[in-house]
């Protein structure tokens, strides 16, 4: 049974771009969160979904969008890259919306240069 | 706002001995908490989830405590081993709300 899958697992981009970060929950699980996590940080919701909607927004900025597809993956794109968009992207599923355990996928350390 | 405050950003102790970890918060009424081990690089992995109306969990050598009139929930982990040493995150949950907030971490290092 395969855990949570993030792809990739590192990427560096240019301060202005854009970036696709995708996400495949674990087998089972209909929700999927996305996290922030700078370095020496603890993680920072960014938002969740379930049923292919939005059903909640961490204090993140509208460059920060995201999809739910029918198979339950998910997809988190940041628009206009800032330097301090660097960090790890944490995927995290789970079964019903909250209040269970979450389980993280190994992330993806976005750098931007 | 909400704040989560784990005790210390390091804790050093001898193998065998009990590591104790604290998690404070504040502004915050959590409907439950969760204590994540995260190593290096990786994400975060799920250890324990207490709930409000719950005083003590177990799980083999971890036990968590949850006080609600102090707002702490404290981390144990007995007969400490080499292979423990990783950051220990607690996160809170909200009746109503999805999401965790997540304390910065400890880092648990412990000396053989």
């Known amino acids: 049974d395969a855990g949570v899958t993030q792809s990739p697992t590192h990427l560096i981009k240019t301060r202005g771009q854009q970036v696709t970060l995708r996400c495949s929950p674990k087998?089972?699980?209909?929700?999927v969160s996305w996290y922030q996590q700078a370095l020496g940080q603890g993680p920072q919701f960014i938002f969740q979904?379930?049923?292919?909607?939005?059903?909640q927004r961490g204090n993140f900025p509208d460059r920060f969008s995201g999809h739910q597809f029918p198979n339950y993956s998910s997809e988190l794109n940041v628009n206009a890259l800032l330097l301090g968009d660097s960090a790890l992207y944490l995927c995290?599923?789970?079964?019903?919306?909250?209040?269970?355990?979450?389980?993280f996928g190994q992330g993806t350390r976005l750098t931007v240069v | 706002s909400q704040k989560i405050e784990q005790n210390s950003e390091a804790l050093n102790i001898q193998e065998g001995k009990t590591a104790t970890l604290t998690c404070n918060y504040t502004?915050?009424?959590?409907?439950?908490l969760q204590w994540y081990r995260q190593d290096p690089g990786r994400g975060p992995v799920f250890l324990l989830l207490?709930?409000?109306?719950?005083k003590e969990k177990r799980k083999e050598r971890l036990k968590v405590t949850f006080d609600t009139t102090l707002k702490q929930s404290l981390f144990h982990i007995t007969a400490s081993q080499p292979a423990d040493s990783a950051t220990y995150l607690c996160?809170?949950?909200?009746?109503?709300?999805?999401?965790?907030?997540f304390g910065t971490g400890t880092r648990l290092t412990v000396i053989p």
């Open positions: 207490i709930r409000e109306n719950e």
């Open positions: 087998s089972g699980h209909d929700t």
């Open positions: 979904y379930y049923e292919e909607e939005e059903r």
């Open positions: 996160a809170l949950g909200r009746t109503g709300a999805n999401n965790l907030f």
């Open positions: 995290a599923s789970s079964l019903g919306q909250g209040r269970t355990e979450a389980f």
């Open positions: 502004n915050y009424s959590p409907a439950y």
